[in-house]
């Protein structure tokens, strides 16, 4: 399917546990980021990339990887999960440079339990 | 610290009510303004201002932003039980060659029938 896919959807894991969340893209944007989602928190960036091989940290990178070695794909890599990364997980992309093009389109989600 | 700050934290309306959403922001080289809208999903892409004054307009929905005050506000008229949801607004600064959004943590806009 074109667009923006993540899986799994719903994710439980334990604690210690590492735990890989997946993102593909169709359309080749340049950029991709990842996000959680917490209540009272809103959006906050994780890690980012600005084209393959090319990763950045965000706002809250503590706790994960992320690789970026096609384009299209982005995984974000829980290294040894904890409860405090229970939360929501968001991927996005956004097209390369030419114009303004700030928007971002979103996966639908992974939920993601740490028990 | 750049920030971004949506008011009010949430809105409970009846149909065919007109809303008014706020989001003003503090950020360093200001570039666009974005609005999303949330359900029980991913954040959809709404508007995306970058210039004062001009109003964007879709549908029942509406936006304008003012960069001398630093807000931007998103209007819905006629309000129906499908618009509720989270309304995220987001800015993206220059700098760098991320283009990263900064989130305001939402309105929770609820519409009764």
């Known amino acids: 399917d074109a667009g923006i896919t993540q899986s799994p959807r719903y994710k439980i894991t334990e604690t210690g546990r590492q735990v890989t969340l997946m993102c593909h893209q169709t359309?080749?944007?340049?950029?991709m980021f990842w996000y959680r989602q917490d209540l009272g928190h809103g959006l906050r960036l994780i890690y980012y990339?600005?084209?393959?091989?090319?990763?950045d940290k965000g706002e809250v990178p503590d706790g994960y990887v992320v690789s970026r070695s096609k384009t299209e794909n982005f995984p974000l890599t829980l290294e040894s999960a904890t409860r405090s990364q229970t939360s929501v997980y968001f991927c996005?992309?956004?097209?390369?440079?030419?114009?303004?093009?700030?928007?971002?389109?979103f996966g639908p989600g992974t939920r993601l339990t740490v028990l | 610290e750049d920030k971004v700050v949506q008011s009010p934290l949430s809105l409970v309306v009846h149909e065919g009510d007109t809303v008014t959403l706020n989001c003003s922001y503090e950020?360093?080289?200001?570039?666009?303004l974005l609005w999303y809208k949330q359900e029980k999903k991913a954040p959809t892409f709404l508007f995306m201002l970058?210039?004062?004054?001009i109003e964007k307009k879709s549908g029942r929905l509406s936006s304008i932003l003012d960069k001398k005050e630093l807000f931007s506000i998103l209007n819905i008229t006629a309000t129906q039980t499908g618009d509720s949801a989270v309304y995220l607004c987001?800015?993206?600064?220059?700098?760098?060659?991320?283009?990263?959004?900064?989130f305001g943590t939402g309105t929770l806009l609820a519409v009764q029938p």
């Open positions: 359309w080749s944007h340049s950029y």
């Open positions: 996005a992309s956004r097209a390369g440079t030419s114009g303004i093009t700030d928007t971002q389109y």
């Open positions: 970058t210039s004062s004054g």
């Open positions: 950020v360093t080289n200001f570039r666009s």
């Open positions: 987001a800015v993206a600064p220059y700098g760098g060659a991320t283009n990263k959004l900064i």
């Open positions: 990339s600005a084209a393959a091989d090319i990763t």
